[in-house]
């Protein structure tokens, strides 16, 4: 982890083209002997139905930007709907930017309601995340669903004349680590429209297919090659990764939580600004994050996450402390954020932030709610522990959840801890570790419950934590 790369990030940012770890994943000109001429592209190199079950299409010899074949895209007659292909695009783990181009050939008899797209999806059409497409009259369309690649304003226009009868490039790109993704259709070197959108839905499936704005004059013909799916590095991620930083998958109890820290990093002073995971089925993941002012925290997966997500935060010994499903400050979104708005968080000090899919829910060692179950009336609540357990430990989780894939949790006033989970011996949070913080050890001495002078989370102001001010005696003053 190097939570201070500021300086160097902005020169990566800027440097996204072709790197020395960049994978294609697949690549096709649509050629003899695995397409045959007059036959359909599904079945052959993991191609299948998509919407409308792909019957408008066929490889054909017409046209070629290479070799001698294309995936024609014959839309007349009856076959006026909306249709597509699509394939798995087998993007795992490693490289976080995805690039998928292709080229169309829009023949002059294509209507001006007729549309022609590449697709970034997790099935079919309906489930596009990210999109564009080009029409008859040489509009073009994009955006992270698919009424925006249909249905939307447009992103620009082509000039006249110059769409029709030539190969237009299709472009989209998805960086995972950031969220941000482009999309670019162009006549290389005479025209190039392009626009740029924010999407926290990693996309598993590539579409190609035809659409069409509205019933009237939407016959049309084209051609689709050169289509080329690609990983690369992309954006260096800011923040904590689960696997990258914590070395694999967070826990899901106080015990196993993963411990936010850094050799680099001033326990409950270097700040981290956002955390990144994977959600697996009945998963919950659990890190140890310091919280120096409660009125400045806050955690939020909205904008960012593309699942139905909860937020949780513990103190040190695993016992509740504030929780929200659905964002507060909105009236639609599955997303969640967590602050200080209710005062559930009265004290600085070390906490366990928890994140799951909905529909999992923390109970103590008898199987009982730490927090109730929420209501229509609830979901939207940023809400202090209200269940059967409210005043217990966190023991488990109940509730069954499906995988969810990658998460982003957005932070502010969160910080790092030290290796052991602490504030390094900081108690009042000056940024020294000096006889203020030995004094007040020493003051508290023999006190339970969560408090900031119980530096090991034990339950109890002791030797050990003692031991712990003596031992970074100094540090940062």
């Not at 926290?200 to 069409?212: A, E, F, I, R």
């Not at 051609?223 to 990983?231: K, P």
């Not at 109940?398 to 969160?414: D, F, H, K, P």
Request: proline share 4%; hydrophobic share 35%; net charge negative.
């Amino acid at each position: 982890m190097r939570p201070l790369k500021s300086l160097w990030v902005l020169g990566a940012v800027g440097s996204l083209a072709l790197s020395a770890h960049a994978q294609v994943l697949y690549t096709t000109s649509w050629e003899p002997p695995d397409f045959t001429a007059g036959s359909s592209a599904v079945g052959t190199q993991g191609w299948t139905a998509g919407s409308g079950t792909g019957s408008s299409q066929t490889i054909s010899a017409e046209q070629a930007r290479t070799g001698s074949q294309s995936l024609k895209w014959d839309n007349s007659g009856t076959l006026s709907l909306f249709y597509s292909i699509r394939r798995d695009l087998n993007w795992g783990a490693g490289n976080d930017l995805l690039i998928v181009t292709t080229y169309v050939w829009i023949s002059a008899s294509t209507q001006a309601n007729r549309l022609y797209g590449l697709y970034l999806s997790t099935g079919t059409l309906s489930s596009t995340v990210l999109g564009i497409t080009i029409s008859g009259n040489g509009t073009v369309r994009a955006g992270t669903s698919w009424s925006a690649t249909y249905s939307g304003a447009g992103i620009g226009q082509a000039p006249a004349g110059q769409y029709t009868e030539r190969w237009i490039k299709l472009e989209l790109t998805y960086d995972r680590s950031s969220g941000q993704a482009t999309a670019k259709a162009e006549d290389p070197g005479n025209w190039s429209v392009s626009a740029t959108f924010s999407q926290s839905t990693t996309p598993t499936n590539v579409n190609l297919g035809t659409d069409y704005v509205t019933t009237a004059d939407r016959a049309g013909v084209a051609y689709f090659d050169d289509l080329e799916i690609r990983a690369e590095a992309g954006a260096p991620f800011e923040g904590w990764d689960e696997t990258d930083d914590g070395g694999g998958d967070a826990g899901d109890l106080p015990g196993t939580a993963q411990k936010i820290t850094a050799s680099d990093a001033e326990p409950c002073h270097t700040p981290v600004a956002r955390v990144r995971g994977l959600m697996g089925a009945n998963d919950a993941d659990l890190y140890v994050i310091c919280i120096t002012n409660p009125a400045q925290f806050s955690a939020s997966t909205v904008g960012v996450t593309g699942f139905d997500t909860q937020l949780w935060l513990f103190d040190c010994a695993g016992k509740g402390v504030v929780h929200n499903d659905d964002d507060p400050d909105a009236t639609t979104g599955l997303q969640s954020r967590i602050d200080n708005r209710t005062n559930c968080i009265t004290q600085p000090g070390i906490y366990l932030l928890g994140i799951t899919r909905y529909n999992r829910y923390p109970i103590d060692d008898r199987g009982q709610p730490i927090w109730a179950p929420g209501t229509s009336a609830t979901f939207r609540q940023v809400r202090c522990p209200d269940g059967v357990s409210q005043s217990k430990v966190l023991a488990g989780w109940s509730g069954t959840s499906v995988e969810a894939g990658r998460y982003i949790i957005e932070l502010q006033g969160a910080h790092f801890v030290d290796a052991n989970g602490t504030s390094g011996g900081d108690i009042n949070g000056d940024g020294c570790v000096d006889d203020a913080d030995l004094l007040a050890v020493l003051f508290a001495f023999g006190e339970t419950g969560p408090r900031a002078e119980d530096l090991n989370c034990d339950g109890v102001v002791d030797d050990a934590d003692l031991l712990t001010v003596l031992f970074h005696f100094g540090n940062g003053c």
